[in-house]
Structure formats: C-alpha cells, structure tokens
T-cell receptor
C-alpha cells in the first residue's frame, strides 16, 4: 500500500510566490493533518480535516489555506511565500480522532523560501 | 494544554548496549501514546502505539511502557545496532476530537559501531 503520499519532496520558492503541497492517502481515512517541523522543534499542527468538506485551523495556520474535496486528498496552499515558511511539511492521516487510532505520515516536503 | 518533553535530547552509545529513551506528558488523560522514528531527511515511521489501557507494547527489540498516572513513557531498545541511529519522537493526542498529535522535540540517537 502507498499509505500517505506527498509531492513534491523538495521545493525552493522566492518570496511572494505561491505553491500547493499535495497530499493523498489510500487508506480511506477520514482524518487528515498538515504539520510543519522546524529544526530542533516538535511538529506543529497547521490545519486539519475530519472529513471531506470539513477543515479547521490548527496551532499555526497563518499564511496557509487548505481544502478537502475528496476523502483521499488534502492539499496545502501557500499564497504569498515568506522566509518564515521555510520548513519541512508533513501530511498525516488517521481513521478517527480518538482511542485506537494510529497516525500515518508522509515522507515530507522540504520547502525553502528565499 | 498538553506538553510533551523528551529526555535526553541526544544520546550516543556503543553498539550492543541496551538503552532507554524517556518521554513525559503533562495531561494524563490520553487515549494512547505513539513512538515514531525519523531518519535524516525522511518522514516519520510509526514504531509502537500504546493504548491507555495498556502498560507495555513490544515489537522486536523495542519495548515501550506507559504510566499514565505519572505522565511517563519509556522506549527500551535492546542490543542496539548502528541501524538504530535516528531521531525518536513520542506523541500523544491533543485531547480534542480533532485527534491531532502533540509531539516532543525528539531524542537523537547515535549508535557507534
């Protein structure tokens, strides 16, 4: 099984440019998440979705947008890239939000804004 | 607000040693606790998931324990190998229905041949 797939793996953006980080999962999971990981820090939640058509902000949503039109896909949009958005971005999914739920992560997208 | 702390931040051991990684959390009302492994430049690989009703979970040379009342978990690695070198992260659910995880900053393990 492919699990959680993210594209691209690496990207360099200029300040002010926009891009979409793609995430897709083939496990029929309802819950999907976007995290960012900065050096020496734990992962922080950007946005999450509990099902198609439902999204909500996490801890650090400023500068990002998401959509969830299908169960499988959860793209993350950066509209006006800033150096503070240089980070590694991880997409994750889980079957539910509680109890006996294991989270699965993609391989990450390493983004540099210059 | 749930907070997760991992000690030590880095650990270097010779091959063959048994070792323990520590994780503590501030809110003991958790559904489960998950340990991950992260290789440099790679994603997170789930190692073990311990339910709140369990005290231990084992997979091969890995054994994770959970003590909810004291807010602690340990990851025990037996007979360490150079291939175990990676960063180990522990995470607990935030407590809300959204199910997101709260992560520690990780322990960077280096196993020397």
């Amino acid at each position: 099984n492919a699990g959680v797939t993210q594209t691209p793996k690496f990207r360099i953006l200029k300040i002010g440019q926009s891009m979409t980080l793609q995430c897709t999962q083939d496990m029929n999971h309802n819950y999907m998440y976007w995290y960012r990981q900065d050096p020496g820090m734990g992962l922080k939640l950007i946005y999450y979705s509990v099902g198609a058509g439902i999204t909500d902000k996490g801890e650090v949503p400023n500068g990002y947008n998401v959509s969830r039109s299908t169960t499988e896909d959860f793209p993350l949009r950066l509209e006006l890239a800033a150096p503070s958005q240089t980070s590694v971005y991880f997409c994750a999914s889980s079957y539910s939000g509680t109890s006996n739920t294991e989270a699965f992560f993609g391989q990450g997208t390493r983004l540099t804004v210059v | 607000k749930q907070e997760v702390t991992q000690i030590p931040a880095a650990l270097s051991v010779p091959e063959g040693e048994n070792l323990v990684l520590n994780c503590s959390f501030t809110d003991s009302a958790i559904y489960n606790l998950q340990w991950f492994r992260q290789d440099p430049g790679k994603g997170l690989t789930s190692l073990l998931l311990i339910q709140s009703s369990q005290r231990e979970q084992t997979s091969g040379r890995l054994n994770a324990s959970l003590d909810k009342s004291s807010g602690r978990s340990t990851l025990y690695i037996a007979a360490s190998q150079p291939g175990d070198s990676a960063t180990y992260l522990c995470a607990v659910p935030s407590g809300g229905s959204q199910g997101n995880l709260i992560f520690g900053k990780g322990t960077k393990l280096s196993v020397k041949p």
